[in-house]
């Protein structure tokens, strides 16, 4: 594959991992070995069906825990440091045969910054939602999270610069998606903190 298909390929593979680490893994190990795709370096032993099994275990669990309010914020919370460094650990592998190892670690940390930049603003959508009590628009979010990874793995296989191109798209709107959801968040927030504040009285 040329520079741009192997950037996109890394891009693609780091915002999946970022919205779904377990989704990414499975998916990339089935795709491998059923020949829809060639895993660069070492990461041919994602199709092992060990690998292939702890990770469809994991997402199965993953997939229940995202669709209850609350808990999936908790779930989120739990993997912010475990998705970015997934997406890292794939790309470090993936980049094994790189001789350059200066290029090799920048990459590395692109990989990582954009599974962060994925897992927050998927973990931010979620917070705002809980705001909300009915549970059916969670179900909703994570079930159009699995499809958009599943779309961004077969961009990978099929049209890597076109999943590059996206990735790079998400991040640009995502900082004001971010910067919005924030200020949102913390309005709700102090809102609900004067709700619950007694109100002084005077004896």
């Known amino acids: 594959m ?20 377990y989704l990414t893994i499975a998916g990339l190990g089935v795709a491998d070995r059923a020949g829809w795709i060639d895993l660069p370096g070492k990461l041919e032993v994602l199709s092992h069906p060990l690998v292939i099994f702890i990770a469809v275990l994991l997402f199965l669990i993953e997939f229940f825990a995202d ?10 919370s739990f993997h912010t440091a475990i998705r970015p460094a997934g997406a890292a650990v794939l790309t470090f592998m993936a980049l094994s045969d790189m001789n350059n190892q200066a290029v090799q670690l920048s990459i590395v940390l692109l990989s990582g910054a954009i599974a962060l930049d994925a897992h927050l603003t998927k973990a931010t959508t979620r917070v705002a939602i809980n705001t909300s009590p009915e549970p059916f628009t969670n179900i909703g979010a994570s079930v159009t999270e699995d499809a958009l990874v599943l779309v961004a793995l077969w961009l990978i296989m099929t049209h890597p610069v076109i999943a590059g191109v996206l990735v790079i798209s998400f991040i640009v709107f995502s900082i004001w998606f971010l910067k919005t959801m924030f200020r949102f968040l ?17 004896s």
């Open 2 to 21: 040329g520079i741009l298909n192997n950037l996109g390929v890394v891009l693609g593979g780091s915002w999946a991992s970022g919205v779904n680490l």
């Open 67 to 76: 669709k209850i309010p609350y808990v999936d914020s908790a779930w989120d």
């Open 186 to 202: 913390r309005k709700v927030f102090s809102f609900a903190g004067r709700k619950i504040t007694p109100k002084n009285t005077v």
